[in-house]
């Protein structure tokens, strides 16, 4: 900022007492004035201040008045100024900077480095950090992981049978629900089948979220029975793009694996954790499945307590 | 006298400051005292509504100021017509006249006159 401009922000904030002990100078002149025409006229001295006081009128309402457009009038003035001083600053800055593209180049390119490194961290921080996530009651929402005794290794995803306990024996917890990453094929009449990602979640687990389906119904305790046959909902952008948004999509069958499977519903479509996927549906956790799964350990269950 | 209490006379009161301020820059008692004596005393102005006038003439940009020295000696603030203070009177000016001319048809209507012919 040069001087120029500096001047003209001191201005603008120094004023206000000056424009009043003007407006009071200009008001005691024309007093002044009055006084001594009476005076002439043949009024005693307290008596032609008197009148001339009654002349004018409303004193302190001319005075406010005076004062605020006097005020309202230096203001526009002022900022006028400054910003035609920063106009000029401008643009001589831009002359010298043309006349030395070096320098030009040392200044603005280690100044766009940063804006951009910082609207990409910005970016990324407001979509995974400042932005509230979208489940019911978010903050009471966690994620659970094992601690390993043995080597200390912690942040371990859970095994069903650990979580089968915790979710059995632990009080802590209104809803708690495990999810298995997996993958599915769509069965299309036209064009060969699609691969979708799956989540195979336990009763707890979209309760535990809070999630409520946009169109249909969630899962039923009677959806984790064996044998019912497949039940699945579906991720919004699967019901957008692949069968139209079609508001009759609940009840309706699909092939999966070349199986039927029942639409039961569609999900909102904020829901991307644990990861984003295409289809749900329900695993029911038997003793068959808990023994499967404890031979392999890694990256097969993930769960949230609510 | 007449008393300034209405809207349209406060309308008048731009035109009639404006007016004054034409020839030459004056002191606010100058110019209550210019427009008493024009009107021969008929219009004589609030002293108060005049530097209200004044002011609010100056931040709407019909009127400058600037300070001087009056008749006593000390500091008195100068107002000279700007040339949008001009324009303005110009149209004023024109719209009081033909307002002027509207209500005298209203009180003097034309007088019918009639040849008798022989």
Redesign the interface.
């Known amino acids: 900022m040069t001087k120029g401009t500096r001047r003209s922000f001191r201005h603008i904030f120094r004023r206000a007492h000056e424009i009043r002990r003007e407006v009071d100078e200009e008001i005691a002149f024309h007093l002044e004035m009055r006084r001594r025409q009476l005076e002439a006229e043949g009024y005693g001295a307290e008596e032609a201040r008197r009148e001339a006081l009654r002349q004018f009128g409303d004193l302190e309402g001319t005075r406010a008045v005076g004062f605020d457009s006097d005020y309202r009038r230096e203001r526009r003035m002022a900022w006028k100024e400054v910003l035609r001083e920063c106009r000029q600053d401008v643009r001589v800055a831009l002359r010298q900077l043309v006349r030395r593209p070096a320098f030009a180049a040392i200044a603005v390119i280690p100044l766009a480095l940063g804006i951009g490194a910082n609207t990409a961290i910005f970016s990324a921080a407001d979509h995974v950090l400042l932005r509230p996530l979208p489940y019911r009651e978010a903050q009471r929402v966690v994620t659970l992981w094992e601690t390993d005794g043995a080597t200390g290794e912690r942040k371990r995803e859970v095994s069903p049978g650990n979580f089968v306990d915790w979710r059995d024996r632990s009080q802590s917890f209104s809803a708690i629900g495990l999810a298995q990453p997996s993958g599915i094929d769509l069965v299309l009449e036209d064009g060969p089948p699609q691969p979708l990602s799956l989540w195979r979640v336990t009763e707890g687990f979209l309760p535990a979220l809070g999630v409520q389906p946009v169109v249909g119904r969630g899962f039923l305790p009677e959806d984790f029975r064996r044998g019912e046959g497949m039940r699945a909902l579906i991720s919004h952008q699967l019901w957008r793009e692949r069968f139209g948004g079609d508001p009759a999509i609940a009840g309706r069958t699909i092939q999966l694996d070349f199986k039927p499977a029942m639409v039961l519903g569609v999900l909102p479509p904020e829901l991307e954790y644990p990861e984003r996927a295409d289809v749900w549906a329900p695993k029911c956790l038997g003793t068959l499945g808990i023994r499967s799964c404890r031979t392999a350990r890694r990256r097969t269950c993930r769960w949230w307590r609510g | 006298m007449i008393e300034p209490t209405t809207q349209l006379l406060r309308g008048t009161l731009h035109v009639l400051i404006l007016k004054t301020l034409t020839p030459e820059p004056l ?3 100058a110019i ?1 005292t210019r427009i008493a004596e024009r009107t021969g005393g008929v219009v004589s102005i ?4 005049l ?2 006038a004044l ?2 003439m ?2 709407r940009g019909w009127v400058d100021s600037e ?1 001087g020295h ?3 000696g ?4 100068f107002y000279s017509i700007t040339d949008e203070g001009l324009r303005r009177l110009h149209l004023e000016t024109a719209s009081w006249v033909r307002y002027a001319e509207a209500v005298m048809k209203v009180l003097n209507p034309p007088a019918a006159v009639g040849g008798l012919t022989r």
Do not use: L
């Open positions: 002191h606010g008692y209550a609030d002293d108060g509504a530097y209200q002011h609010r100056q931040e300070w009056g008749e006593t000390k500091r008195a603030r």
